[in-house]
């Protein structure tokens, strides 16, 4: 089977075999993107597709096409839900929390075993709130460190950010808007100590780590505290769904 995790910036891929990881691929999406993954899908020799993608709607049809040249069977798409494997979605819509960090959460209640916040540091950084007990507590959205305010305006064009819920507050957000931090004094990296030492404070027990993205070592740098740094997240939690 083909897992296909597709971010704002970048596609990446792994191919699974009777349980074991034959081959992994990534790219980002220059002009040629979807022949140079179609190339790649046809050394695989798989005939199940998983799909988690935040992508627009131009690339998702681009991406479609692709796949449809190779799968006959139907490629499954996740989406976030309510509830799933023992984790409560916190989001009032929940539907509308990114599949990415849905399915980190997936995977972090199988590693952790306390309360964990989880940090995917990418084009955007999330942190996500989850309780040992599966309740997921909400969120924050950041700028990556090297995103600009108004690239990440561009990776969240579906968002009006005039919208009240874009505000400055203390508590973790439970609706994309509510959960988006930014024009503060900080950079986004700077924000993530006073967001991690301040949420802390909102479980009962000790707090594990868990950290993904490009910038996962930098961030936990930042942090001066360790953590426990799973590139392979999103991967997992798919995973975790599939053996479901």
């Given at each position: 089977?083909?897992?296909?995790?597709?971010?704002?910036?970048?596609?990446?891929?792994?191919?699974?075999?009777?349980?074991?990881?034959?081959?992994?691929?990534?790219?980002?999406?220059?002009?040629?993107?979807?022949?140079?993954?179609?190339?790649?899908?046809?050394?695989?020799?798989?005939?199940?597709?998983?799909?988690?993608?935040?992508?627009?709607?131009?690339?998702?049809?681009?991406?479609?096409?692709?796949?449809?040249?190779?799968?006959?069977?139907?490629?499954?798409?996740?989406?976030?839900?309510?509830?799933?494997?023992?984790?409560?979605?916190?989001?009032r819509q929940p539907e509308r929390l990114g599949v990415d960090r849905w399915l980190a959460l997936l995977a972090s209640a199988e590693i952790a075993i306390a309360d964990a916040i989880v940090i995917d540091a990418g084009s955007a950084i999330t942190l996500d709130l989850l309780r040992v007990d599966g309740q997921h507590l909400g969120g924050a959205i950041l700028p990556?460190?090297?995103?600009?305010?108004?690239?990440?305006?561009?990776?969240?064009?579906?968002?009006?950010?005039?919208?009240?819920?874009?505000?400055?507050?203390?508590?973790?957000?439970?609706?994309?808007?509510?959960?988006?931090?930014?024009?503060?004094?900080?950079?986004?990296?700077?924000?993530?100590?006073?967001?991690?030492?301040?949420?802390?404070?909102?479980?009962?027990?000790?707090?594990?780590?868990?950290?993904?993205?490009?910038?996962?070592?930098?961030?936990?740098?930042?942090?001066?505290?360790?953590?426990?740094?799973?590139?392979?997240?999103?991967?997992?939690?798919?995973?975790?769904?599939?053996?479901?």
């Amino acid at each position: 089977m083909i897992l296909l995790d597709c971010g704002n910036s970048s596609l990446k891929a792994q191919s699974w075999e009777a349980g074991r990881l034959q081959a992994s691929y990534a790219c980002s999406y220059p002009s040629r993107w979807t022949h140079n993954l179609l190339c790649w899908l046809q050394t695989q020799n798989a005939t199940h597709c998983y799909l988690a993608s935040v992508l627009d709607a131009t690339r998702q049809m681009q991406l479609e096409q692709c796949l449809n040249r190779i799968f006959s069977n139907p490629v499954v798409r996740f989406v976030s839900e309510k509830q799933a494997l023992g984790v409560i979605n916190a989001y009032r819509q929940p539907e509308r929390l990114g599949v990415d960090r849905w399915l980190a959460l997936l995977a972090s209640a199988e590693i952790a075993i306390a309360d964990a916040i989880v940090i995917d540091a990418g084009s955007a950084i999330t942190l996500d709130l989850l309780r040992v007990d599966g309740q997921h507590l909400g969120g924050a959205i950041l700028p990556g460190a090297n995103t600009s305010i108004d690239q990440f305006k561009q990776i969240f064009s579906h968002i009006d950010f005039n919208h009240p819920a874009i505000v400055e507050t203390a508590d973790p957000g439970c609706s994309t808007e509510a959960a988006i931090h930014i024009d503060y004094p900080q950079s986004s990296i700077e924000l993530i100590p006073e967001l991690v030492n301040r949420w802390t404070l909102l479980f009962e027990n000790e707090v594990t780590l868990l950290l993904a993205g490009g910038d996962a070592a930098r961030v936990q740098r930042v942090l001066g505290q360790r953590g426990i740094i799973r590139p392979d997240l999103v991967f997992r939690g798919m995973r975790r769904l599939v053996d479901q």
